[in-house]
């Protein structure tokens, strides 16, 4: 690995364990075992380290918020979908713990994670579209624009959430919450199959 990747790795594990403000480069080129001035050859700061964490975490995220237009799925591949969007917060949590001072600090990130929020909600309203349109869903526009936020702000923050509780963040309980928040929208029998899912979720 180069070690333009090994800052890369090594500054997100810090970032995610410690909190991004409580880390200085100097503790990630101590961490790796490489001098400043070599860390700084890579990055000139640490803002240049979070920036690039972003664009990571946006490159391995824009696939899953782009699905195929033309592909029928069924119930189970819906919350796939959700498993691993919430799988790459939580390698990324570090941007949501203290995101409004993180995004305060830094306007560049705030423009980068304002712009990857509107492609969640894009991806998230397309997906409620298609249950519509196939007959499972039974919500009205409005109700489901609501739907689309209480999703997106389940996402960002729950694992914080449960990190404030004092336990580690499970993507499991994310996934089963945001289940939970859909059902009630749904058909009965499509009801009934997202809340055996649900429990699977929560009893893995």
Known sequence: MKTRDRILECALDLFNRQGEPNVSTLEIATEMGISPGNLY??????EPIIMALFERFHADLTPLLDPPGDVELDAEDYWLFLHLIVERLAQYRFLFQDLSNLAGRLPKLARGIRQWLNLLKRALATLLARLKAFGQLQSQTQALG???????????????????????????????QVMMLVAPHLEPESRHAAERIAQRYLEA
């Open 146 to 176: 609501q739907l689309v936020e209480q999703i997106t702000l389940t996402l960002l923050f729950s694992l914080d959430y449960q990190r404030i509780l004092g336990v580690d963040g499970e993507v499991r309980l994310v996934v089963y």
């Open 41 to 46: 050859y890579h990055f000139h700061g640490k």
